[in-house]
């Protein structure tokens, strides 16, 4: 089933727009030589996530794809326009909204979620080390923790990131931020729910990530505007009948699920 809503204006949402660079740091270790007693001079310098931007973008044997690198790109996939999503059982696809325009697509599949959404980005290099610094700062700024690891779809930020409660009190929401580079878009994923801490129910949200398509097109457009998404030809608006429905928020349905079941059933990846 599809939803629509407005754009969440919660906290995962609103994000710092400036990086600021992190600062090189550099150990120098002295060591002698029993023999011929002269010193050597050995800088160690750790790890500086700035010296990771502006690369170009890293290979992608897994996916995500770009259109022009499958033979058959729509087969399994529910066409979102600038994202074609693959299909699995028992999910439910929502869409976000920003002003009139579909910017993306969230896939909810049982007590778990990963939101996705492409970007305009430069040819010749990355901006997923850039993101994620901006990302980063953003949480912190409010108040969260985040980490970056290196896992299976590459660095990625694990984050706790404030909210306010629906009993008004705050909490923290447990989320992961990953994001791939393609040929000139960027894709992000939001994953949330038990998959931001269990890799067991990951399992099959990265797989989703790993075989979304991206729709880039070829008209000019700046790096990072939102590629924008629509709705399945076929789609039907159908009114939430959901008691305490947020305004302004509609279940699509009808003949758009019968992707979900062409496609391919991803129930467990080993």
Excluded: Y
Aim: charged share 30%.
């Amino acid at each position: 089933m599809f939803r629509r809503r407005q754009k969440s204006e919660d906290a995962v949402e609103q994000l710092a727009e400036d990086a600021i660079s992190a600062d090189e740091t550099a150990d120098d270790v002295e060591d002698s030589d029993s023999e011929s007693e002269t010193p050597t001079d050995v800088e160690e310098t750790e790890p500086d996530p700035a010296d990771r931007v502006g690369l170009p973008p890293a290979p992608r044997p897994d996916g995500p794809w770009d259109v022009s690198e499958l033979e058959s790109p729509a087969e399994g996939r529910v066409d979102l326009g600038g994202l074609l999503v693959p299909g699995v059982e028992g999910m439910e696809l929502r869409v976000e909204v920003a002003g009139e325009a579909i910017v993306a697509a969230t896939l909810v599949l049982g007590n778990s979620a990963i939101q996705l959404q492409a970007f305009a980005a430069p040819k010749s290099e990355g901006i997923w080390a850039e993101v994620r610094e901006e990302i980063a700062n953003g949480i912190t700024g409010q108040g969260g923790r985040v980490e970056e690891e290196e896992g299976t779809l590459g660095w990625h930020l694990r984050a706790q990131v404030p909210v306010q409660l629906p009993d008004g009190t705050q909490g923290v929401q447990l989320v992961r931020f990953v994001g791939c580079d393609g040929p000139r878009w960027f894709l992000r994923g939001v994953i949330s729910g038990q998959a931001a801490v269990q890799p067991e129910a990951a399992a099959v949200l990265e797989e989703v990530f790993r075989q979304t398509v991206v729709v880039r097109g070829e008209a000019p457009m700046a790096p990072r505007d939102p590629i924008v998404l629509k709705l399945p030809e076929d789609a039907q608006m159908v009114a939430d009948g959901g008691v305490g429905a947020p305004e302004g928020e509609s279940r699509f349905a009808g003949e758009a699920l019968s992707p979900f079941q062409r496609g391919p059933e991803i129930t467990e990846v080993r």
